[in-house]
Structures are given as structure tokens and as C-alpha cells.
């Protein structure tokens, strides 16, 4: 018996579902809960860099490779192959490009071959909005945005399902342009919301019972000093946030610590690296908290940091559900055939 491996691409992708927040929200949330129960294979993400330095990175790229087995109702193993050429805007192009191959566990062939770029956007947003679901204080009112680009966005789009009562929004981006734009277009999607350009950066933290970093800074420009009781602070990038900003914080939660400090790109990364946070500092992953073995925000006065790297097995995740939904919706747009078994579930020509 031949069977054919299915191509997915990007509008395809969208169809499927990919696009679903909501959706993507559980995959993800099912994810952390999987490795929480060792129902997972999550080997160390590799990094292919361009220069010697991660300020070298910024500027000349890299490509990761992020194995994977996620057990559980998807039962799917895979790979994600992440492209990140931070110049390419002076291109025109994306900066990031993203591959998804879907392998069955059983017979290890190769299933689906996935456009993964917009899963890669709306898990990330999934992941900084799992964090605020579950450490942002529920009456939250102001959220800053630091960082005007597409993660922005699905940090935005999260952050309105989990804590739908938002009523202000500041954005600031150091290309001013960047942030008008991201204005706009929020005006737009989010009418019940003030948004405001962060001119004044202090002002708006100051504000914020939530703030997202989503940038390439290479040096730290959100204070602590800054920082209001009962704040939720989402680093989900690289150095922008001063070490007294983890220091101070009430509690420290994480998603996956080990690949964190592997990675070595984060704040918190670093301060491990040198011995001002040690694993016991860390108070709680999202798995443990959402399996129930600790609490995120236990009252409105705590501030809590969290930062986030992420793991192979969140896009496996999603694009599991979008590859089977496509068997049940007959999507045929399959390549060259290879020998295999039917436990992966892929169609049979």
C-alpha cells in the first residue's frame, strides 16, 4: 500500500483552522499539560546562527530545528523548521518562515508537509496569552504592547479572549511608523478599546496591569522602577526588561525552563547563566499550573514575570489538528507517494 504525503500551505492552513486563537489557545494549553505528564518528547531546540554573538543573530539570522513528540489525543511526531532573517523587511519578505512536517509515530514516515508560519505567530501569541490567562489579575483594565510587529498582533488577539474586559492599550515600537500602523489596524479590530502610542514609555507602564515585550532589543529598556503592584510583565523575546525586573517580581513562571536557559536569548537567561537565578527561583511552569500542582496569581497585589521560549511540540500541536481536518475534509493536494502504514491516518490513494 501507497500512501501520499499531504502539503498544506499557508491559506490552507487558515482554513483548517490555524487561524482559530481560541483553538490554538487549547492545543497549546493541551501541550504544556502533555509535558507536564511526560507525555511528551522534547529534545533541545538546535540553532543554526549567522555570526558569533547574539547581537550577531540579530542582524544575521538563524534557523532553528525543533523536534518533537506530542502524545496524548494528537499522538504525532514531527519537526518545526524556523527560517528568522531579521533584514529581510528591507526585502519585502517576512522575517519569518516556518516548515511543519508531520512524522507518524509508528512507522516514523513522513505524513504532512505544512506551511507553519502563521501557526508559528498565533502559538506564540497562545503562549503569552496562557500566561495571561492565568497570572494577569482578572480585573485587568491596561495593557502595554512593546513591539509593533506580527507577534504584537497575536499577542493583542490573545490577550482580548483571555481577558476580554481590557480597556486600554498603549503600543510603542522605536520605528514610530510601526507603531501607528499597528494603531490603525487595531482601532479597527478592537473598537471597544483606547489605544494610544506609547510616546511616553514610564507613563504607559506605570498604567499597565500587563506588559508584553516583544522585540529585538538588545539592551533593556522596561525599568522596574516602573513596574505597578499587581502587574503581569510577558517577555516573550530577548533583553528588554532590566534584571531588577525579575528580581522584584513576587513569583517567576516560565514555559519551559531548561530550554530557556539553553537558549540563551531572554533576560532570565542570562541572569541564570550568571548565577542570579538558580532553578529554585523558579516558581512555576504553565504545565504545573494548569495540571494543578501550583497556583499562578494567588492575589492582585503580586507581581509576576513570565517568559516564555517555546518548544516544537506547541506547532505540533496545531498543525496535527489542521492535517486531520483536512482528512476529514478530503483536502487532496498531496506529493510523491512512499511507503506506509495506516496507523498515522493519512489518506490512502
Not at 502533555?34 to 540553532?47: H, I, Q, Y
Not at 543554526?48 to 554573538?53: D, I, L
Amino acid at each position: 500500500m501507497k500512501e501520499s504525503i499531504l502539503f498544506l500551505n499557508n491559506q490552507e492552513i487558515k482554513d483548517l483552522g490555524g487561524e482559530d486563537m481560541q483553538a490554538v489557545l487549547h492545543d497549546c494549553q493541551r501541550a504544556y499539560v502533555l509535558m507536564e505528564e511526560g507525555d511528551v518528547l522534547a529534545p533541545t531546540k538546535c540553532v543554526m546562527r549567522w555570526g558569533k554573538t547574539p547581537e550577531d543573530e540579530n542582524v544575521l539570522g538563524r534557523i532553528n530545528a525543533m523536534p518533537g513528540y506530542i502524545g496524548g489525543e494528537y499522538n504525532m511526531a514531527g519537526i518545526k523548521w524556523i527560517g528568522s532573517g531579521p533584514m529581510n523587511y528591507k526585502k519585502g519578505l517576512p522575517r519569518a518562515s516556518v516548515l511543519d512536517i508531520l512524522n507518524d509515530p509508528d512507522t516514523e514516515l513522513p505524513l504532512c508537509i505544512a506551511d507553519g508560519t502563521m501557526i508559528s505567530a498565533k502559538r506564540t501569541g497562545a503562549a503569552g496569552g496562557t500566561a495571561m490567562q492565568l497570572c494577569a489579575r482578572e480585573g485587568a483594565e491596561v495593557l502595554t504592547i512593546c513591539g509593533a510587529g506580527a507577534q504584537g498582533k497575536t499577542q493583542l488577539e490573545a490577550a482580548m479572549l483571555v481577558r476580554p474586559n481590557l480597556k486600554k492599550l498603549w503600543v510603542y515600537d522605536i520605528v514610530p511608523a510601526n507603531a501607528e500602523r499597528f494603531v490603525n489596524e487595531a482601532k479597527e479590530t478592537y473598537p471597544q478599546l483606547e489605544i494610544l502610542i506609547a510616546d511616553d514609555l514610564e507613563q504607559a507602564i506605570r498604567e499597565s496591569d500587563i506588559i508584553i515585550t516583544v522585540t529585538l532589543a538588545e539592551e533593556p529598556f522596561v525599568k522596574a522602577a516602573w513596574i505597578k503592584h499587581g502587574a503581569l510583565i510577558v517577555q516573550m523575546a530577548t533583553l528588554e526588561v532590566e534584571y531588577d525586573v525579575v528580581t522584584n517580581a513576587d513569583k517567576i513562571v516560565v514555559d519551559f525552563w531548561d530550554t530557556i536557559k539553553h537558549r540563551m536569548a531572554s533576560t532570565i537567561a542570562v541572569m541564570a547563566s550568571e548565577g542570579l537565578v538558580k532553578d529554585e527561583d523558579i516558581s512555576a511552569s504553565l504545565g504545573e499550573i494548569l495540571s494543578g500542582k501550583k497556583t499562578g496569581r494567588d492575589n492582585d497585589d503580586q507581581v509576576i514575570y513570565f517568559n516564555s521560549v517555546g518548544a516544537g511540540i506547541l506547532d505540533l500541536a496545531v498543525t496535527t489538528r489542521c492535517y486531520r481536518e483536512a482528512l476529514k475534509r478530503n483536502v487532496a493536494h498531496h506529493g510523491a507517494t512512499a511507503p506506509h502504514r495506516a496507523g498515522g491516518g493519512i489518506r490512502t490513494e
